[in-house]
């Protein structure tokens, strides 16, 4: 280069040169300033033609020297075609604009793949405004371009996962996205098998099948290739040129099929340390990475380590929530069973004590059958508590809203228990406020559930004094009406620490081996629930030693009196429609219970109706093929053909019989029984124990009719 012109530009280029370089020593010439810099600094005459570069510059380029750079470098547009890396594009911003600041751009090294710079320059122009030359520097911007890129990308991967997908969708993208942003950059992700031994394929868009199919299975141990070594070892594993390293002494002709010759491997981690696989990136020229490829191959494994955390994670709450429903339902077959295994018998039980004491028999006898039914009672009740508390964890519970005499089924409530309440020789109080109203909207039969539990342990609890019920309604606003139920008792109390838990299932503030009194420990909780879910409010207050109020509040609606429906004012025992009618009744019984047979035989029997019994679900499907009958009782466990199946083959005769009332009479009593019953094409349910005024009132429900007796039309199914 001429040093006449370079003296020419030398001042001009004084003024471009970076700080630190104006303020070096003076016995510095130029050239050596120029040279020293850190900085990519270039120099550019007016026509198109390198005056100067330096080898910072060069080398940002992916050349040794100055010279090399210029054998492969242009701002020349019209030779695009004939060079390796156009700079045109830049140079063009400098000379339309006069200047520029930091114009990013990259360019391919054969060093470290796709380097991204930035670059500032200007025009220097003589006094009367010739431009004389460009000059300017040049930055490698190539770790923060990769940083920023990197944060992107963990965005995007996470929007990804949080979108979801399966894994192997979420490694391709996270592939697709890092080959992106390093053109010349092959990826792999490899995954570790389940028995920990080999890597199994992950994704690689960018490789050949025939590649990937050959290291699907890679075995995992030292001197494997790249990612076989990663694996094992848990660190980064860097080969140069895989045809001269010898781990890669099996794979290079594999490797020369595919045109790699470099591979860096990272080991995929979870927070814990464990290897989830190998992040691997290869090149098709021999290379090792610069620090800013260290930090974008971790960050790399990095998001994939995410996506297959994410991904195992999400697997096992899956194989979790599996898990628990398993158990759920192995929980609640079983209860199903032992419901029914126990209400059969004691479907033989009370029925059988029933019907004895409405006979007659000496005093004693009659004491002796009513402990009898009272055990029995006591036992089912235990039974329903669980049932209920099934019911309520299955999400198979529903609050009903009806209108009732609120007043009335508060008084039956309490004359259940007046008995229990003369055999201890308690006092029991009863207090209802003046502003309590008569009819309301609610569910009558679990706020009796309520108040009969509250009732039961405010008695068992209490050996001497007196059981009070205190109902008054609190507040109320228009249509609304707010009831709060007291019941205070004088017996043992119970503690502060007893009071945080007494509400929780199978809890007693008693629980110790040597407690005085029984019970499941259901029904505080039961209670809570029940209250809850009529949103109310529970709760209690207690002194040891001195005894409890334990309270309720409900939010009810007011009822207009001609909202009643007819009967509510007065409840009656239904009369049999066979005694009713003065014609004959005939019923098919579907039961295979002997004791069950009995039991129906004696209550159906006294009430007029003619019976059929058959023991299987075949023969009740021969009988209603073969007889008119007016209505069917039919069990649903019963040998070789079930009720439910029965039920069906019934509904498809294509006699009027199809449409016969079929009543499921079963010892099923879980959650969702009833609605599945009736969805299988049966009119009603009633479960065992059989609660015989129910059951009689069912019957005359589905047999009553406005017109004639014996009308066959009038016994259409109902919906």
Same mark, same amino acid.
């Given at each position: 280069m001429p040093s006449g012109r370079l003296q020419k530009i030398e001042n001009p280029l004084q003024q471009t040169m970076p700080s630190d370089l104006r303020e070096l020593p003076s016995d510095l010439s130029l050239g050596e300033l120029f040279e020293s810099a850190t900085l990519g600094m270039f120099l550019i005459d007016c026509d198109y033609q390198f005056i100067k570069v330096n080898t910072a510059?060069?080398?940002?380029?992916?050349?040794?020297?100055?010279?090399?750079?210029?054998?492969?470098?242009?701002?020349?547009?019209?030779?695009?075609?004939? /060079?390796?890396? %156009?700079?045109?594009?830049?140079?063009?911003?400098?000379?339309?604009?006069?200047?520029?600041?930091?114009?990013?751009?990259?360019?391919?090294?054969?060093?470290?793949?796709?380097?991204?710079?930035?670059?500032?320059?200007?025009?220097?122009t003589s006094p009367d405004g010739e431009i004389l030359l460009f000059t300017g520097r040049c930055q490698d911007i190539t770790a923060r371009r990769r940083l920023q890129d990197s944060a992107a990308r963990?965005?995007?991967?996470?929007?990804?996962? &949080?979108?979801?997908?399966?894994?192997?969708?979420?490694?391709?993208?996270?592939?697709?996205? /890092?080959?992106?942003?390093?053109?010349?950059?092959?990826? =792999?992700i490899l995954l570790v098998d389940e028995a920990g031994t080999k890597l199994r394929h992950g994704a690689a868009p960018s490789l050949p099948e025939f590649y990937?199919?050959?290291? %699907?299975?890679?075995?995992?141990?030292?001197? /494997?290739?790249?990612?076989?070594?990663?694996?094992?070892?848990?660190?980064?594993?860097?080969?140069?040129?895989?045809?001269?390293?010898?781990?890669?002494?099996?794979?290079?002709?594999?490797?020369?099929?595919?045109?790699?010759?470099?591979?860096?491997?990272?080991?995929?981690?979870?927070?814990?340390?464990? &290897?989830?696989?190998?992040?691997?990136?290869?090149?098709?020229?021999?290379?090792?990475?610069?620090?800013? %490829?260290?930090?974008?191959? @971790?960050?790399? @494994?990095?998001?994939?380590a995410l996506a297959i955390g994410r991904t195992r994670y999400e697997k096992k709450m899956q194989e979790e929530r599996d898990r628990a429903e398993r158990a759920n339902k192995a929980k609640s077959d079983f209860l199903a069973m032992m419901s029914h295994e126990i209400r059969t018998p004691m479907n033989g039980i009370l029925g059988m004590a029933n019907l004895m004491l409405e006979g007659d028999?000496?005093? /004693?006898?009659?004491?002796?059958?009513?402990?009898?039914?009272?055990?029995?009672?006591?036992?089912?009740?235990?039974?329903?508590?669980?049932? %209920?508390?099934?019911?309520?964890? @299955?999400?198979?519970?529903a609050i009903n809203s009806e209108t009732f005499d609120i007043r009335r089924s508060i008084r039956q409530t309490i004359g259940l228990w007046e008995s229990a309440c003369v055999e201890k020789e308690l006092g029991l109080n009863t207090s209802i406020g003046p502003e309590?109203?008569?009819?309301?909207?609610?569910?009558?039969?679990?706020?009796?559930?309520?108040?009969?539990?509250?009732?039961?342990?405010?008695?068992?609890?209490?050996d001497t004094g007196e059981v009070g019920l205190s109902v008054y309604s609190t507040q109320a606003e228009g249509a609304l009406t707010r009831l709060r139920v007291e019941i205070r008792d004088t017996g043992i109390g119970i503690s502060l620490a007893d009071r945080q838990q007494i509400f929780e299932p199978f809890t007693q503030a008693d629980g110790s081996s040597t407690r005085r009194f029984g019970g499941s420990g259901l029904g505080l909780s039961i209670c809570q629930r029940l209250v809850d879910a009529m949103g109310g409010e529970i709760g209690v207050e207690s002194v040891v030693g001195k005894g409890c109020l334990f309270w309720f509040e409900l939010p009810l609606m007011l009822a207009n009196v001609d909202t009643v429906p007819s009967g509510l004012r007065q409840i009656e025992r239904p009369t049999p429609i066979a005694a009713s009618s003065g014609r004959v009744i005939k019923l098919l019984v579907a039961e295979d219970n002997e004791l069950n047979q009995a039991l129906l035989m004696a209550f159906l029997a006294r009430a007029g109706y003619d019976i059929t019994f058959v023991d299987d679900g075949r023969k009740a499907v021969e009988a209603v093929?073969? =007889?008119?009958?007016?209505?069917?009782?039919?069990?649903?466990?019963?040998?070789?053909?079930?009720?439910?199946?029965a039920c069906r083959q019934i509904r498809e005769l294509d006699t009027s019989n199809a449409n016969l009332p079929i009543i499921a009479v079963t010892a099923n009593a879980m959650p969702g029984d009833r609605e599945r019953y009736l969805g299988l094409g049966m009119n009603d349910y009633v479960s065992k124990p059989i609660d015989?005024?129910?059951?009689?009132?069912i019957i005359s429900r589905h047999l009553s009719s406005p017109s004639a007796a014996g009308d066959k039309s009038l016994l259409q199914l109902r919906n």
């Open positions: 510059f060069a080398k940002m380029h992916g050349c040794e020297t100055p010279d090399d750079l210029a054998r492969i470098m242009s701002i020349d547009p019209t030779k695009r075609d004939t /060079v390796t890396i %156009d700079f045109s594009s830049a140079f063009g911003q400098i000379i339309q604009h006069g200047g520029v600041e930091d114009y990013e751009y990259n360019v391919e090294t054969p060093y470290s793949g796709t380097a991204w710079l930035a670059l500032s320059g200007q025009a220097i963990r965005n995007r991967v996470l929007e990804r996962i &949080v979108r979801g997908g399966s894994l192997q969708e979420l490694l391709s993208e996270i592939a697709i996205d /890092v080959e992106a942003a390093n053109p010349g950059m092959i990826c =792999s990937n199919s050959a290291v %699907d299975g890679l075995e995992i141990g030292p001197g /494997v290739g790249s990612c076989g070594t990663a694996a094992y070892t848990g660190s980064r594993c860097v080969v140069e040129d895989v045809t001269k390293h010898p781990n890669w002494a099996p794979f290079r002709e594999l490797a020369k099929q595919a045109g790699v010759r470099a591979c860096w491997s990272e080991p995929i981690k979870s927070s814990k340390g464990e &290897v989830f696989g190998t992040f691997a990136m290869y090149y098709r020229r021999p290379q090792l990475p610069s620090q800013s %490829d260290q930090e974008f191959i @971790a960050s790399s @494994a990095h998001l994939a028999m000496p005093l /004693v006898q009659r004491n002796q059958v009513e402990t009898i039914r009272q055990s029995g009672k006591i036992l089912l009740a235990v039974l329903n508590d669980i049932l %209920d508390l099934s019911r309520m964890e @299955a999400g198979h519970f309590v109203p008569t009819l309301v909207k609610g569910d009558p039969i679990r706020i009796e559930q309520v108040l009969s539990n509250l009732l039961n342990n405010a008695i068992k609890f209490t093929r073969a =007889s008119n009958f007016d209505l069917v009782l039919m069990d649903i466990h019963m040998p070789g053909m079930d009720g439910i199946e015989t005024v129910q059951l009689q009132s």
